[in-house]
């Protein structure tokens, strides 16, 4: 099956910097999305991109679906984003609701 | 819109018991999905229920099994639960099964003793 790979694992940064989360996956997907699973459990929406680029105020991220690779920037980070970030792909064919995650990239953020 | 609600948020368990968790999908959404997450295990994909039909299951063991109702609400269970069944069980919707943004709840939180 598809392998979904999220690096760094493990990152913290100082309030204000930025950062580059990186998801590569196996083979071709069709929808892929990023979360953030905040500090109670639940996955926030942040992106559904399976190609492309959005950016939504701090938050950015792209899609190469050919190169089988997506990024999500944080700019100027903040306490807030502390967290858990999810990227999860579905295979070609696969529905929607069958998400194949990611171990996720836990943030620090210090102040 | 509302988003989507599970209860009970958390419950905890003894071992041979059996549970009930439950889902209340977006608006309009048709397909609900489960998923177990463990520290150990990540995110795990259980099934996924479309027009009261179960569409997908992951490789979890007959004990936990899940139906969809006619108003797209969903239940899973759980029965003669297991010290390694503690975990967060998490349900999402969306609007169809191609392709599109899956939206999840807030989860619960299970504890096996």
């Known amino acids: 099956g598809i392998q979904v790979e999220q690096s760094p694992p493990d990152l913290i940064l100082q309030e204000g910097a930025n950062s580059t989360l990186r998801c590569n996956f196996s083979d071709s997907v069709n929808n892929l999305q990023w979360f953030h699973q905040n500090p109670w459990g639940q996955l926030i929406n942040l992106f559904y991109i399976p190609s492309g680029t959005k950016q939504n105020g701090r938050l950015s991220a792209t899609t190469v679906a050919t190169e089988r690779y997506s990024l999500l920037y944080i700019s100027s980070s903040q306490t807030t984003d502390s967290g858990v970030y999810f990227c999860a792909v579905t295979r070609p064919g696969g529905s929607q609701g069958n998400l194949i995650f990611g171990k996720g990239t836990k943030l620090s953020v210090k102040p | 819109k509302a988003g989507v609600t599970q209860t009970p948020r958390y419950l905890i368990k003894t071992r041979g018991q059996q549970v009930t968790l439950s889902c209340s999908p977006i608006s309009g959404h048709r397909s609900v999905s489960w998923y177990q997450q463990t520290p150990g295990q990540g995110l795990q994909f259980l099934f996924e229920?479309?027009?009261?039909?179960?569409?997908n299951k992951g490789n979890f063991p007959g004990r936990f099994s899940g139906r969809q109702f006619s108003n797209s609400r969903s239940e899973m269970n759980v029965s003669t639960l297991e010290l390694g069944d503690s975990a967060l069980y998490l349900c999402?919707?969306?609007?169809?099964?191609?392709?599109?943004?899956?939206?999840f709840g807030e989860g619960s939180r299970l504890t096996v003793l």
């Open positions: 229920y479309f027009s009261e039909t179960q569409r």
């Open positions: 999402a919707s969306s609007f169809s099964r191609g392709a599109g943004e899956l939206f």
